[in-house]
């Protein structure tokens, strides 16, 4: 309800405006918070932070840096770069594991970032295509530059499945790294290959369904009145959604090979080398007798 006062307080038109939502999605943050802690424990309570930390950046930080006129791409890869850390280290701490997938996970954010530029430039495209863009400039933003806020867009929204990918590859080459004594790097490479092919295969199939879910009506629209798939795919908002699509699954394809190599050279201890009493010890004595 919207309450008009006059100049004592007193109530002097009221006019209804929308449902109240506010306590529904309390109460659902309040459920998701405690199934994540309930199944997670003390990993579900670091998740927990991370996910409010996540929100409060994006809030405090990135949105109006964005709106200060910083140059999105530098701000969006900082705010990934802080958001990687904080999120992968509170669930692994800071732990060979936890610098594996850190790194694994910046290399993939940051090939998606370079792809973005490029075939953002190559197709045309161009920020509106974002919701409420036009809007945003009409507000008072015009110096905006909106098509390096959707550069960043695109690579900001695919981080989360890649930290996820890498925090994969990382956490199963440790395992294996733990387990086998006198693993080689060869090995440990070839293992973390090995995941990164299972985990890929379905991980970019979750990112597409993810994008599609956004502008499935879009197709619906698109369907309904028979326009071809040529000219479909050719408009720019359904390039727009593509571009975005194909380079996020980019990231992710590129993360498990980059983070199987670190982890190759970070996780696997190599045994320290002996000294020569030692070597002298283990030697046969001159004169010994083979048993045999």
Same mark, same amino acid.
């Given at each position: ?5 006059? #100049? ?12 109240? *939502? ?5 109460? !659902? ?22 996910? +409010?930390? &996540?929100?409060?950046? +994006? ?23 802080? !958001?990687?850390?904080? +999120?992968?280290?509170?669930?692994? #701490? ?56 959707? +550069? ?44 990164? *092919?299972?985990?890929?295969? &379905?991980?970019? &199939? ?7 879910? #956004?502008?499935? &009506? ?16 050719? !408009? ?14 980019? #990231? ?26 030692? *070597? ?13």
């Amino acid at each position: 309800m919207v309450l008009s006062l006059d #100049g004592e307080g007193r109530v002097v038109y009221v006019h209804p405006q929308d449902h109240y *939502r506010l306590g529904w999605e309390l109460w !659902l943050l309040a459920l998701f918070a405690l199934l994540l802690v309930f199944y997670g424990g003390f990993t579900g309570l670091r998740a927990l932070l991370s996910f +409010i930390f &996540t929100a409060l950046m +994006i809030w405090k930080v990135l949105v109006p840096g964005l709106l200060k006129d910083y140059d999105p791409l530098w701000l969006a890869l900082a705010v990934v770069a802080a !958001l990687t850390a904080a +999120i992968i280290f509170l669930v692994a #701490g800071p732990t060979r594991k936890g610098l594996t997938a850190f790194g694994g996970a910046l290399l993939g954010v940051l090939t998606s970032c370079l792809l973005a530029v490029f075939f953002t430039r190559a197709l045309h495209l161009h920020g509106a295509v974002m919701p409420f863009a036009e809007t945003l400039l009409y507000a008072g933003f015009p110096h905006l530059d909106l098509v390096r806020i959707y +550069i960043a867009a695109v690579f900001l929204a695919a981080s989360g499945a890649v930290m996820d990918l890498a925090m994969d590859v990382a956490a199963s080459m440790d395992e294996v790294a733990a387990q086998k004594r006198g693993l080689t790097w060869l090995e440990a490479l070839r293992s973390g290959l090995v995941v990164g *092919r299972a985990v890929v295969g &379905t991980m970019t &199939t979750t990112l597409l369904l993810a994008y599609s879910g #956004g502008y499935v &009506t879009l197709l619906m629209a698109f369907m309904a009145q028979g326009i071809p798939l040529a000219n479909m795919f050719n !408009l720019i908002y359904v390039a727009a959604e593509v571009l975005k699509t194909l380079v996020g699954s980019f #990231g992710l394809v590129t993360v498990a090979p980059f983070t199987a190599l670190l982890g190759s050279l970070v996780l696997v201890r190599q045994p320290a080398p002996r000294s020569e009493a030692t *070597r002298r010890s283990e030697a046969p004595a001159e004169g010994d007798d083979d048993l045999d």
